[in-house]
């Protein structure tokens, strides 16, 4: 099956730092999905991309579609405590009809 | 626009009792997915269903494990003689058109205890 390798597993930053996370694949997808979920809750979606290349910002957070359809990045900039939680990425197939997810990354924010 | 609702949001089960799992999609998405997490891991795909119809169901352990989404009602993800290894935190999904083409949105999840 499709297998995604998010990293870093962790991060522990101080407040006010800025953080990196990347996804790749073995294989390509023409979506990628990043979410966070907070203990006890569901995924939210962050950012979505469609296009290859593609670089979107939402807020402190900027995704990136890789160039080859294999990899996506996510920034989080000026970090402030309320963003500890896990973060996902999540790929679609070009040709499947399910998203696969990496194992996340958790990430703490020390004031 | 209440988003994907999910209960119970805990249940616990012995081992060999049936566990129903219910999920309600956000209004207007006719398409649900059902995902397991287990701890410290991330989410991975059962089943993926439209009204009356189970379209994907890969995902799914072949033995034990139903899923419906009726006309009328909420979908269901059925368990049946429940083991310890079926201890896991289950969410739905929901979207209007197919998961190609438009993002997914959680439920907060049901979290299934076996003892």
């Known amino acids: 099956g499709q297998q995604l390798n998010q990293s870093p597993q962790s991060m522990f930053i101080q407040e006010g730092e800025d953080v990196s996370m990347n996804c790749t694949s073995s294989?390509?997808?023409?979506?990628w999905l990043w979410y966070k979920q907070d203990p006890g809750e569901g995924p939210v979606l962050l950012i979505a991309?469609?296009?290859?290349?593609e670089l979107t910002s939402n807020g402190r957070l900027t995704a990136q579609f890789g160039i080859t359809r294999k990899d996506s990045f996510l920034n989080i900039s000026a970090s402030i405590p309320s963003d500890v939680g896990i973060y996902f990425c999540?790929?679609?197939?070009?040709?499947?009809?399910?998203?696969?997810f990496g194992e996340g990354t958790q990430l703490t924010v020390n004031p | 626009n209440a988003g994907v609702m999910q209960n119970p949001r805990h249940l616990v089960r012995r081992r060999g009792q049936e566990a129903r799992l219910r999920c309600s999609p956000m209004?207007?998405?006719?398409?649900v997915y059902w995902y397991r997490q287990l701890p410290e891991e991330g989410l991975k795909f059962m089943v993926y269903?439209?009204?009356?119809?189970?379209?994907?169901e890969s995902g799914m352990p072949k033995e034990r494990f139903s899923a419906e989404f009726p006309k009328e009602g909420p979908s269901i993800l059925r368990i049946q003689q429940v083991v310890r290894g079926d201890s896991a935190a289950y969410f739905c999904?929901?979207?209007?058109f197919g998961q190609g083409s438009s993002p997914l949105h959680f439920g907060n999840g049901t979290r299934l205890t076996v003892t």
């Open positions: 999904a929901s979207s209007p």
């Open positions: 294989s390509i997808f023409n979506t």
């Open positions: 991309l469609y296009k290859a290349g």
């Open positions: 999540a790929g679609q197939e070009t040709s499947g009809s399910r998203l696969t």
């Open positions: 209004k207007g998405h006719s398409h």
């Open positions: 269903l439209q009204k009356e119809n189970i379209i994907d």
